[in-house]
């Protein structure tokens, strides 16, 4: 009976403390971001909600009528550098927009600020669009953004875009997954976290005669991954794209081979942002009609 007791006690002792702990954690996290006046618990709190919304690789008409209908409706909208004039001049007029940057690099305003900016104004009440190149869910660090606001309790919902590798596939006729050359597409960034757990070279460079590779933030780094993959045995002629500001009026696609494609890149003043696209599927191109592409001509 003794030791029930005791066991009871002690669950009800565990269970207290992690209620205490709960509340000292959101005490903690709302005493950085809150205004005074809304410090003494989330009750006084006027209800904000966020949506990370895809913004598509430029072409303000890839928007979903979602992200457009969010654009429209916002207090605010918190953009990033990737997102095109196009789509920002979608947005109107009276719709307060602030940029937080983010260039590989060039960091305006470091991802823990975004977060802390993004909670305060959940917290304010606002209806935020935190807007996005391409599709949130597509090397976009969403996760910290949404564990944040999960954190602070408050409404949250993501809205996807197109990544730019489908709409650059789209905007040049590279077909990512072509039967006869491809059966599996793999995106991947040459932008590692930490540079000693980089990407298996070696895998890439023995599936790229059937799988596609498309490189996201390779730019920079494309003289040394063409070296790695020549070094793990890819094929020299291995066809590459590099595709410039796809779906954008500014789209410049250079082609080349893996040996080639840093040189003509460097000829071709490609400043970015850029895709690097691997595989055999590049000498399947299709020449897609520009004047079909809306406003967003195609060089
Ligand atoms: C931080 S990642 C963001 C990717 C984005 N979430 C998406 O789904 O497209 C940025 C990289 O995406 C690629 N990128 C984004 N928009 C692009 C565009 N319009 N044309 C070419 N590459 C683009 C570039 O490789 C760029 O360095």
């Known amino acids: 009976m003794n030791a029930r007791l005791h066991a009871f006690s002690g669950a009800l002792h565990s269970a207290l403390f992690r209620i205490q702990s709960a509340f000292v954690n959101r005490d903690t996290r709302i005493d950085s971001t809150t205004p005074p006046s809304t410090r003494n618990g989330r009750k006084n709190m006027a209800e904000g909600e966020v949506f990370i919304v895809g913004a598509g690789p430029g072409d303000a008409e890839l928007l979903t009528l979602k992200a457009h209908r969010l654009l429209q409706t916002a207090d605010v909208v918190l953009f990033d550098w990737l997102v095109s004039q196009s789509v920002l ?29 993004l909670v305060e104004l959940g917290l304010e009440g606002k209806r935020v669009v935190r807007l996005k190149g391409g599709d ?18 408050i409404k949250f919902a993501i809205v996807p875009g197109i990544t730019a590798a489908s709409g650059a596939s789209a905007y040049t006729g590279i077909p990512l997954t072509d039967r006869r050359f491809a059966q599996s597409v793999k995106f991947m960034t040459a932008q590692f976290q930490n540079p000693e757990k980089q990407a298996d070279w070696a895998a890439i460079a023995s599936s790229a005669k059937h799988e596609t590779t498309v490189i996201y933030m390779g730019l920079k780094r494309l003289q040394q991954l ?19 500001n796809a779906c954008c009026p500014e789209q410049q696609v250079v082609t080349g081979t893996i040996a ?29 009609s520009a004047e079909l592409m809306n406003e967003s001509a195609v060089k």
Request: proline share 5%.
């Open 226 to 244: 063409s070296e790695k993959l020549i070094n793990e045995g890819i094929d020299s002629a291995m066809p590459v794209a590099v595709i410039e």
């Open 89 to 117: 001049d979608s947005i109107p007029r009276h719709i307060s927009k602030e940029f937080v940057g983010k260039r590989c690099g060039k960091h305006s305003m470091p991802q823990a600020m975004i977060c802390q900016r």
């Open 260 to 288: 080639t494609i840093y040189q003509r890149v460097l000829d071709a003043v490609v400043a970015g942002p850029a895709l690097v696209i691997i595989g055999e599927v590049v000498t399947a191109r299709q020449y897609v």
């Open 136 to 153: 949130p869910a597509i090397f976009a660090r969403t996760s910290e953004e949404t564990t944040a606001l999960h954190n602070a309790g």
